[in-house]
Structure formats: C-alpha cells, structure tokens
C-alpha cells in the first residue's frame, strides 16, 4: 500500500489494501554517537519492520473486521513481506557477501540481525498460513465462499475441471527437464513453481522438471457452479498437479511439490553526468530480473531429494528456505478480497468535495482558482476527493488560456492517470510545463520512464531532478495571468503522490494556496532542480536535503529550550517511520526537559518510549486500517504561536540526506485546529491503535475495560468532514 504504486508490481498489491511498505529503501552507514544518552537507546530497526507487519496480520486476526477485508490483509502481509525481503534483506546480504561489515542501527552484525529476522519471519508466516487455515477460511465457508482442495471434488467437478484444464490452462504450460541436455533454468524471482520427480518405467531413471505455475491465469480457478449458490476456488497449482499425468505422458508421477524464489529486486544506478540517465536505468532493470536468490519458500511435505537439488542449483543456504504449509504465495488472495460482497466488506466511504471548492451554485462547476483567491484550502484524502481538488485544479490549469505556465513533480502516478493527460492537454494548448519525473521510484521505474517519454513527445519539458538524489517532494505550481495583467501563483504542496488510484486509499493532506511567497518558493525550487541553481533561504517551505533536518532540529531544539524555562513546550509527529538518530536523539532531550512529545508512526520506529531517564514524556501510538496512513506532518507548541508543517518526508536517512523534500508551514487557524484535532484524537485512550511500549513490542489497544470497541480514527475523521456544511447564504 508501495509508496505507493498497473498488473502486477507489488506497488499494486499496497494500493488493493489500507497498509503497505513503502519504507524500505534505506541503507545507510549509521555514524552517530551522543555519549550523554544510552548506548541501548534505540530499537532495530528491520526488526520493527517485521513487528509492523504483525499489525498487519493482527487486523486479518480481528473477527470484528469485515471477512473479506481480512482476506485483503492476508494478502497484503505477504506482498509487504515480499518486498521485504527483495529490499531489506537483500541489502543485508549484500554488506554480508561483500565484506561490509557495517553495523545495523543499534549496532549489531548484519548476520545477527539476519539470523533474527529469519527466526521471526518464519514465526509470522506460520501464524500467517494459520490465520488462512483457522480462522478465515472457516468463516469464508460459512459466508459461501470455498477454497477447495482436489481431494473435495466430487467425479462431476473433476471432469468439468478437466475440460477447463484442456482448453485454458494446458496450452501455456511449459515443464522443463533438468538433465545433461538441459540445464537447471533460471527460477524468475515470486513465481510460483512445481518440482515434479518422474520415472521412465522402460529404463526406471528417475528424472527432474520444473513448472512454471503461469502468472498469466488467475491463481484461483472459479469452479462451475454446483447448484448450491457457493463461489468454488480451487488454486491453479493444486488444479495443475492432478493434471501432471498429462504433461507427462507415460512418465511415473513420484513427487510434486510447490516452491518459490525471492530474489534481490533492488536497482542501484551508477549515476553519471555523462550519462543518460533512462539509459542507465533500463540497463538495471534487466540485471533485476537476474539477482541472487535470497529467501526458498518449499511446502512442508518436500521430500529431501528435491530440496537438495534446489538448494545446490540456486546457491542458497540451510538459513534461506522456508518450509511452509501450502498453499504459498498468499499475496494471490487479493483476487479472492475482490469479490463482489458489500456486506463482507468496510461500509463505504465516499469522498466528499471540499468544502472551499464547492461551487456556489448546484449546477456550477467549481473554479478552484476564484476559491483559492479567498484563502488557502487544506485538503484530506481519501475523505475529501482527489478528484473535485488536486485533478480538477490541474485539468482546470490545462484549460484555462490565461494560465501561462505548470510546473509539477510525479514521483508515483496510476497506469492511466488524468494528471499526466492535463499536462500533455496542457503542452498541447501552448502552455509551457515542465514535469520533473522521478525515474528511480522504486517498482514504478518502467512505468514512470514510459510516462517520461509520452510527456516529451506531446512537448512537455520533461527533467529527471539532481544527480545522486531522488525527487520525492509532491509539488504543482500553476503562473496565472489576472485580469489586471499581473502574473500570480497558484501552489499544491501534498505529503501523497498524485496518483488518484492510490488517492482513494492513502491517508493524505494537500495544501492548496495562492500565497505568493509560497509561489516564489516552490519557482526557486523548480529552478533548482531544474536547472543550476543554489537557492540559499526558503521562507515557508523546509527543503531536503539542505535545510529541512536543520529546521526540525532547531524547531525541536527551540521546545527543548521552552520546557526548561517552564514555557508551553509539546512536540506531535506523524510519519510512516522514524529512524534517522539525530531526529531521535533531540526527541530523547525534548522529553528529559519536560516536553510532551506524541509521536503517530505507521511503521517503523527505532525510538524507545517511556523509559526512565531517557524518554519519559514520549508516547508512540500506531494506526492501521482501511486506508494507508501515509501523511507527514510536524506539529510544534512553539510558547503559543504553533508552528506546524505537512510534506512529503519521513524521519529516516534516505529523506533527509539523499532526497529531495519539502514542507510547507501551515498558517490559518482552521488548519492549524485541523491537525490538533487529529493528533489529539489519535493519542486518545479512547481511541484504538497500537501502543509502542519501552521493549519495543507493540501492544494492541482497541477495547476499553467493558469490552467494547474503541473509536476508529478513520471513521472518526470521515464522520467529521462529511457532517460538514456550507453556511447558507443570506439573501
């Protein structure tokens, strides 16, 4: 859910749920030492990833979650947990295989660290297929919905299932020997896989093939309705394996079993001036498609023989496989998430238009420009529509003759996206619009090349930002001419990418405002990385990599310095991780001054609360649910005069140091009373999430001491904008 985001990539797989991983690219050589404060005053970090995808798996655990919401969350455990591995845990290996014996973030060996994740992993995933097997599967039989296994198929399924086998399934199968005439093939990393071991009766030899299981076919295969009003399923391996006798005519059948392949997925570009960059890209995303295996799923009832044969031709270790009961590969359950049943599913949420954009009129349409003239709009999706702000602000930009200029940043965007249509409508009107394209958005990299290409050739100034960093801030900037002749800016700063696929399932704020020094700000910034520029001082936005650590140290500096005078002094943070130690560390001295210091994380977080002596007055809550709490936003007491600022950066080193980010300071009352309602009901004990406590164990808290269900944030918050009204209008 990633960050965020057409067939599958595992972007995909986030974007079908309300929580995904898209935090995992950070290797970093960690070099901070504050001898004031524990040695042991961090958590591990991959280790807190693995505990955030338990949350995730604990929803799909919860009965009082829709049944086919907690299908969706099974499936997304797995996809996260993919991802993983292809990112995090390859980039251990690497630094192992390597030489590199860099310490994690509390200081360990890359193969302790490894050897716990591969403990906890294989922990988690047994409680995942348990999940599947106990508790789920049980109840989808009881709302009519079978996964069946061969061995539950009467002799009328079977042969209607053999039809379906003649005419759908056996013209793309493809087995593969293993012998001295054919080479062990190459194992496609996530793919699916049976082992099958076969005997010649006339010579009794006994051989090896391999068969892909084919990613083209669904991966369950809709049986032909009995008659009893139930949706059948029967898994597309377990369907192929009692057809083996016939891709093998004549052969003995000895032994056929699933496994699976993880393999390295992550692109590292040798960034050259000198060279183009598209190029380097595409080159990489070939050698992804080859990188070395790190993790064998195998079901539980291999056989020796087999698993030896593996483990010899894919170089792996005893450590890397995962005996697992079948079936494998569990991301596979979105397609079963997708079935048409309301009643099984979260009530719907629709998304409203803004209040400050609705038109005047019923039948009018809105004119995002007139109402930004008014003031400055601030926006939450997926509770406010995507559609009616951020996509009606740029298609309207795209028609307008007296716009003159677009300027706009896509890190993610959807396989068919209206925003890239506005700015090639926008191009093709006369307009001048420069789009900075961030080709290394990892999974997204082929798709976001693809849009690169179609932006230039409709005449789009297409760049592809700075060299040795990505371009993640979320940005638009439309130059607007007046009726008085005087040019005026019109700015969109968000903390979520301009995809509406994602929009509608990604927690996110957008500022909207006609501020011209916002304006000015975000014109130097495009400069900057658009051409050569070094722009010294923004006055509202905070700019990675140059400035935006610093103003949150000072901001968190200035709290620490006010709780010791006994001034007002409260610290409130939400992100999707927190990791960067020097962010820690000020935090750590905020709370042993005496500031209050809230903290809502999705996912990862290296940070000890309430530890005595050391973080007392930190609390850390976690929220998940139906949508992917994705915002970032920094929220400052500052002695009565809040300073609080939305944008696209997470605590973690790669933001920071390696990215290009920004945020925006917030300044109308009702905005800045938006956030603290928010953060004063996200922190509520009445209101249900998970509790980070000081060992680093997450403690769930979502019934109070009657046992009934604490509020959800989420409904809260959709309840609270949709009771919004417009004030009537006197005549």
Same mark, same amino acid.
């Given at each position: 859910?990633?960050?965020?985001?057409?067939?599958?990539?595992?972007?995909?797989?986030?974007?079908?749920?309300?929580?995904?991983?898209?935090?995992?690219?950070?290797?970093?050589?960690?070099?901070?030492?504050?001898?004031?404060?524990?040695?042991?005053?961090?958590?591990?970090?991959?280790?807190?990833?693995?505990?955030?995808?338990?949350?995730?798996?604990?929803?799909?655990?919860?009965?009082?979650?829709?049944?086919?919401?907690?299908?969706?969350?099974?499936?997304? %455990?797995?996809?996260?947990?993919?991802?993983?591995?292809?990112?995090?845990?390859?980039?251990?290996?690497?630094?192992?295989?390597?030489?590199?014996?860099?310490?994690?973030?509390?200081?360990?060996?890359?193969?302790?660290?490894?050897?716990?994740?591969?403990?906890?992993?294989?922990?988690?995933?047994?409680?995942?297929?348990?999940?599947?097997?106990?508790?789920?599967?049980?109840?989808?039989?009881?709302?009519?919905?079978?996964?069946?296994?061969?061995?539950?198929?009467?002799?009328?399924?079977?042969?209607? $299932?053999?039809?379906?086998?003649?005419?759908? $399934?056996?013209?793309?199968?493809?087995?593969?020997?293993?012998?001295?005439?054919?080479?062990?093939?190459?194992?496609?990393?996530?793919?699916?896989?049976?082992?099958?071991?076969?005997?010649?009766?006339?010579?009794?030899?006994?051989?090896?093939?391999?068969?892909?299981?084919?990613?083209?076919?669904?991966?369950?295969?809709?049986?032909?309705?009995?008659?009893?009003?139930?949706?059948?399923?029967?898994?597309?391996?377990?369907?192929?394996?009692?057809?083996?006798?016939?891709?093998?005519?004549?052969?003995?059948?000895?032994?056929?079993?699933?496994?699976?392949?993880?393999?390295?997925?992550?692109?590292?570009?040798?960034?050259?001036?000198?060279?183009?960059?598209?190029?380097?890209?595409?080159?990489?995303?070939?050698?992804?498609?080859?990188?070395?295996?790190?993790?064998?799923?195998?079901?539980?009832?291999?056989?020796?023989?087999?698993?030896?044969?593996?483990?010899?031709?894919?170089?792996?270790?005893?450590?890397?496989?995962?005996?697992?009961?079948?079936?494998?590969?569990?991301?596979?359950? %979105?397609?079963?998430?997708?079935?048409?049943?309301?009643?099984?599913?979260?009530?719907?949420?629709?998304?409203?238009?803004?209040?400050?954009?609705?038109?005047?009129?019923?039948?009018?349409?809105?004119?995002?420009?007139?109402?930004?003239?008014?003031?400055?709009?601030?926006?939450?999706?997926?509770?406010?529509?995507?559609?009616?702000?951020?996509?009606?602000?740029?298609?309207?930009?795209?028609?307008?003759?007296?716009?003159?200029?677009?300027?706009?940043?896509?890190?993610?965007?959807?396989?068919?996206?209206?925003?890239?249509?506005?700015?090639?409508?926008?191009?093709?009107?006369?307009?001048?619009?420069?789009?900075?394209?961030?080709?290394?958005?990892? %999974?997204?990299?082929?798709?976001?090349?693809?849009?690169?290409?179609?932006?230039?050739?409709?005449?789009?100034?297409?760049?592809?930002?700075?060299? +040795?960093?990505?371009?993640?801030?979320?940005?638009?900037?439309?130059?607007?001419?007046?009726?008085?002749?005087?040019?005026?800016?019109?700015?969109?700063?968000?903390?979520?990418?301009?995809?509406?696929?994602?929009?509608?399932?990604?927690?996110?704020?957008?500022?909207?405002?006609?501020?011209?020094?916002?304006?000015?700000?975000?014109?130097?910034?495009?400069?900057?990385?658009?051409?050569?520029?070094?722009?010294?001082?923004?006055?509202?936005?905070?700019?990675?990599?140059?400035?935006?650590?610093?103003?949150?140290?000072?901001?968190?500096?200035?709290?620490?310095?006010?709780?010791?005078?006994?001034?007002?002094?409260?610290?409130?943070?939400?992100?999707?991780?927190?990791?960067?130690?020097?962010?820690?560390?000020?935090?750590?001295?905020?709370?042993?001054? +005496?500031?209050?210091?809230?903290?809502?994380?999705? +996912?990862?977080?290296?940070?000890?609360?309430?530890?005595?002596?050391?973080?007392?007055?930190?609390?850390?809550?976690?929220?998940?649910?139906?949508?992917?709490?994705?915002?970032?936003?920094?929220?400052?007491?500052?002695?009565?005069?809040?300073?609080?600022?939305?944008?696209?950066?997470?605590?973690?080193?790669?933001?920071?140091?390696?990215?290009?980010?920004?945020?925006?300071?917030?300044?109308?009352?009702?905005?800045?009373?938006?956030?603290?309602?928010?953060?004063?009901?996200?922190?509520?004990?009445?209101?249900?999430?998970?509790?980070?406590?000081?060992?680093?164990?997450?403690?769930?808290?979502?019934?109070?001491?009657?046992?009934?269900?604490?509020?959800?944030?989420?409904?809260?918050?959709?309840?609270?904008?949709?009771?919004?009204?417009?004030?009537?209008?006197?005549?």
């Amino acid at each position: 859910m990633q960050d965020e985001d057409t067939p599958r990539t595992d972007s995909d797989y986030q974007v079908d749920g309300g929580v995904g991983g898209d935090f995992l690219d950070d290797d970093y050589e960690y070099d901070v030492a504050d001898e004031t404060l524990p040695a042991d005053r961090y958590l591990d970090r991959e280790l807190s990833w693995l505990r955030f995808n338990q949350r995730v798996l604990e929803l799909a655990e919860d009965p009082a979650v829709p049944l086919l919401e907690r299908v969706n969350f099974l499936a997304i %455990f797995a996809s996260n947990l993919d991802e993983f591995f292809m990112v995090r845990v390859a980039g251990l290996k690497r630094r192992i295989v390597t030489g590199l014996a860099v310490p994690t973030n509390v200081g360990r060996a890359p193969q302790d660290v490894l050897a716990d994740i591969n403990r906890i992993a294989l922990e988690l995933q047994h409680r995942h297929i348990a999940v599947l097997h106990d508790l789920v599967k049980p109840e989808l039989d009881d709302a009519g919905i079978h996964i069946e296994n061969w061995a539950d198929l009467d002799e009328d399924d079977r042969q209607q $299932i053999d039809r379906i086998f003649s005419q759908k $399934i056996f013209p793309v199968l493809m087995p593969l020997a293993v012998d001295p005439a054919h080479p062990f093939p190459y194992i496609s990393g996530l793919s699916l896989n049976l082992s099958v071991r076969v005997r010649n009766p006339k010579t009794e030899k006994v051989e090896f093939a391999r068969l892909k299981v084919p990613q083209v076919l669904p991966r369950f295969v809709q049986l032909p309705d009995d008659g009893s009003g139930r949706v059948r399923f029967l898994t597309l391996e377990d369907l192929i394996s009692n057809h083996l006798d016939q891709l093998f005519p004549g052969m003995e059948i000895l032994e056929h079993h699933e496994f699976r392949v993880t393999r390295n997925e992550d692109v590292e570009i040798e960034e050259d001036e000198s060279e183009n960059l598209i190029q380097a890209l595409e080159r990489e995303l070939l050698r992804r498609r080859f990188g070395p295996p790190i993790r064998l799923e195998i079901t539980d009832d291999m056989d020796d023989v087999t698993l030896g044969l593996l483990v010899r031709e894919l170089g792996i270790t005893e450590q890397e496989v995962y005996r697992l009961p079948a079936p494998l590969d569990l991301g596979g359950l %979105f397609e079963i998430s997708k079935l048409d049943r309301p009643h099984l599913k979260f009530p719907k949420h629709v998304p409203v238009t803004p209040l400050e954009l609705q038109p005047s009129e019923p039948n009018a349409k809105p004119d995002v420009f007139r109402a930004l003239q008014r003031g400055e709009v601030l926006v939450h999706h997926p509770y406010e529509s995507f559609a009616t702000s951020v996509q009606a602000f740029l298609e309207q930009a795209a028609r307008d003759p007296n716009v003159l200029a677009i300027k706009q940043t896509l890190y993610r965007t959807s396989g068919d996206s209206p925003i890239v249509e506005a700015l090639i409508d926008a191009a093709e009107a006369g307009k001048a619009v420069l789009a900075l394209v961030e080709i290394k958005a990892r %999974f997204d990299e082929q798709n976001n090349i693809e849009w690169a290409r179609k932006l230039e050739k409709a005449g789009v100034h297409v760049v592809y930002g700075l060299v +040795g960093l990505k371009t993640h801030c979320k940005l638009a900037l439309v130059v607007r001419q007046e009726k008085n002749g005087d040019l005026r800016y019109y700015s969109h700063i968000g903390t979520g990418n301009y995809n509406p696929k994602t929009s509608r399932i990604y927690e996110d704020f957008g500022l909207f405002t006609a501020d011209p020094i916002v304006g000015k700000d975000l014109t130097r910034l495009f400069n900057e990385l658009s051409g050569y520029a070094i722009e010294k001082k923004y006055k509202r936005l905070l700019v990675a990599p140059r400035y935006l650590r610093r103003g949150l140290l000072k901001s968190i500096r200035t709290e620490t310095q006010n709780a010791l005078e006994g001034k007002p002094a409260g610290i409130r943070i939400k992100v999707n991780s927190l990791v960067d130690e020097a962010i820690i560390d000020a935090l750590y001295r905020a709370s042993a001054a +005496g500031a209050s210091v809230d903290i809502v994380v999705r +996912g990862i977080c290296a940070l000890t609360p309430g530890r005595e002596g050391l973080s007392e007055n930190i609390r850390v809550r976690s929220v998940l649910g139906r949508y992917l709490e994705h915002s970032r936003i920094f929220a400052f007491e500052n002695d009565g005069d809040p300073q609080v600022y939305i944008g696209s950066a997470d605590m973690m080193h790669r933001n920071l140091d390696r990215r290009v980010e920004a945020l925006v300071r917030l300044q109308e009352p009702a905005h800045l009373a938006q956030i603290d309602e928010l953060f004063t009901t996200s922190m509520s004990t009445t209101t249900a999430s998970w509790q980070l406590q000081p060992d680093g164990e997450w403690m769930r808290h979502y019934r109070d001491s009657r046992g009934r269900h604490l509020a959800d944030l989420q409904n809260v918050v959709m309840n609270g904008i949709t009771a919004r009204r417009r004030p009537r209008t006197t005549r």
